[in-house]
């Protein structure tokens, strides 16, 4: 289940990096950016396309090993990132809009690392009083 946690938490940091790159590639395109900044912007929200999906994969996966685990049902509620993550990742926007829309994706990322943080440490306190996620009732 720790293990769930690294890839999610993994894969949503550097979604989150890659964002932040898109974002200020979008900002230059917006202020005039030629061509290459269209391209570079285009590029990074790919490379963000991956790691959203494969972060996605990752809470997915957390979500079916948290059903059994005690004191932290709902404690991760993927349904936000993953409607960002599904916009972001399924349209074709102009400037000012994919600015945006990268902005509040960059604000559902952020969310769901909080919220894989705090199940890490839930997780963490529940092994230091001797009960292993999962497997102890």
């Not at 990096?17 to 202020?31: K, Q, T």
């Not at 900044?37 to 285009?42: D, G, I, P």
């Not at 952020?110 to 001797?130: F, H, M, P, S, Y």
Request: charged share 30%.
């Amino acid at each position: 289940m720790f293990d769930a946690v690294e890839d999610a938490l993994d894969h949503l940091y550097a979604a989150r990096d890659v964002l932040h790159s898109a974002r200020n590639w979008s900002l230059f395109d917006i202020l005039g950016g030629a061509g290459i900044s269209t391209y570079v912007k285009r590029s990074k929200m790919r490379d963000a396309q991956k790691e959203l999906r494969a972060a996605e994969d990752a809470i997915r996966k957390l979500s079916e090993e948290l059903r059994d685990v005690e004191g932290i049902d709902g404690m991760l509620n993927t349904s936000e990132f993953l409607t960002f993550a599904d916009y972001f990742l399924d349209n074709a926007f102009m400037d000012m809009f994919v600015h945006q829309q990268i902005a509040e994706t960059q604000a559902a990322v952020w969310r769901a690392i909080d919220k894989c943080e705090e199940l890490r440490v839930q997780l963490t306190d529940l092994l230091e009083k001797g009960r292993r996620p999962g497997l102890d009732a």
